[in-house]
């Protein structure tokens, strides 16, 4: 898996300045994450809040569940 455990060092840092960041400066969080949690924000639940709340990205079932197909097929998009 070359997502590795970068969803739970996310989960505990303030994700506004992680996402702030180009990949360039953040090798372990790769582009299809970065790529999935802005496009799958506004359609969950912790839209009104963006990437600024934490609790809501990392607790939001919905959001985790739209991320996690998102990622998968961005993933498998990179393969082919």
């Not at 702030?20 to 912790?46: E, F, H, K, R, V």
């Not at 079932?61 to 097929?73: E, I, L, M, N």
Request: one cysteine or more; glycine letters at 4%.
């Amino acid at each position: 898996d070359s997502t590795g455990d970068w969803s739970s060092d996310v989960c505990s840092s303030d994700l506004t300045s992680i996402l702030a960041q180009t990949n360039t400066t953040l090798p372990n969080i790769p582009a299809c994450a970065i790529t999935c949690t802005l496009s799958t924000i506004p359609t969950s639940s912790c839209a009104s809040y963006g990437v600024s709340n934490i609790t809501c990205i990392c607790t939001d079932v919905g959001f985790q569940a739209a991320f996690f197909q998102c990622q998968q097929a961005c993933e498998s998009s990179k393969r082919t």
